[in-house]
C-alpha cells in the first residue's frame, strides 16, 4: 500500500465490529469478503507497535482484537469484518515472536513460539521458520508462520536462543546450520558461514 486514502471506516468502528463478532478463538476472517473500502493511517512498526493516526494504540487489549481481525491478501495487509475490508500499512511482519518453549531434544525437539499479540505457533510443517540475509548488512531475519500468511518476526533474544540450539545437516549434499522442531529440520545459515 503506497498512499493512505481518505475513507470512511475508523479504528473505533472496525474494533467495535470486531468485538460483536469475536467469539472463541480467531474470527473466520478467510470466509469473509467484504468490499475493500480503502486504506486507513493504521500501522504496524518493525517492533510490533501498532500505530492509528501517527500515535501508538497503548492498549495491549485493542491491539490484540485489532490482530485478530488482520489478513494478508496477496502482498497487501488488510483488516476484515463481514461488512468492511481497510487496508494497513505493516513494515515487516504484522506479529514479533517474544518467546518460544522447548520440549524434547534432537530430531524430537518442539518449538512452541509466543507472539506480543498471544498467538502461538508449533514451528513445523504448518509453521516454517525461515531466515532472511539483508544483502548489504549481511544482518539476519528470522521469521515463523503464525497463522494464514501472517509471520512473526522472532525477536533478538530468542534467535539467540534458537542459536544456541543449533547443529548441523545436509541438505542436498550441503551442511547447514539450523534448528528442529517437530520433526523438520529449518536452515538458518550454510555451515561454512557460522565457522
Known amino acids: 500500500m ?3 486514502n481518505s475513507v470512511t471506516p475508523s479504528a473505533d468502528g472496525l474494533a467495535a465490529s470486531a468485538r460483536a463478532i ?3 478463538g480467531l474470527p473466520p476472517v478467510h470466509k469473509w469478503n467484504p ?12 517492533d510490533g507497535t501498532w500505530y492509528y493516526l501517527g500515535s501508538p494504540i497503548e492498549r495491549p487489549a485493542m491491539v490484540k482484537l485489532f490482530s485478530s481481525i488482520l489478513r494478508k491478501d496477496g502482498e ?7 461488512v468492511e475490508k481497510v487496508g494497513i500499512t505493516v513494515e515487516d511482519a504484522p506479529f ?3 518467546d518460544f518453549d522447548i520440549t524434547g531434544e534432537g530430531e524430537a525437539q518442539v518449538l512452541r513460539f509466543h507472539t506480543h499479540v498471544g498467538d502461538e505457533a508449533v514451528a513445523g510443517p504448518d509453521h516454517p521458520i525461515r531466515v532472511d540475509i539483508d544483502p548489504e548488512s549481511g544482518e539476519p531475519s528470522p521469521y515463523v508462520l503464525v497463522r494464514a500468511n501472517l509471520e512473526a518476526l522472532i525477536d533478538r533474544k530468542s534467535f539467540y536462543r534458537l542459536v544456541e540450539l543449533g547443529t548441523e545437516h545436509e ?9 528442529w522442531s517437530s520433526g523438520q529440520f529449518f536452515p538458518i545459515a550454510p555451515s561454512e558461514a557460522t565457522e
Do not use: H
Not at 76 to 82: G, I, K, Q, S
Open 2 to 4: 503506497t498512499a493512505q
Open 22 to 24: 469475536k467469539e472463541r
Open 35 to 46: 468490499p475493500f473500502l480503502g486504506d486507513i493511517d493504521m500501522r504496524i512498526a518493525r
Open 76 to 82: 497487501d495487509y488488510v483488516l476484515v469484518t463481514p
Open 96 to 98: 514479533v515472536a517474544t
Open 171 to 179: 541438505i542436498d549434499g550441503e551442511s547447514w546450520f539450523g534448528v
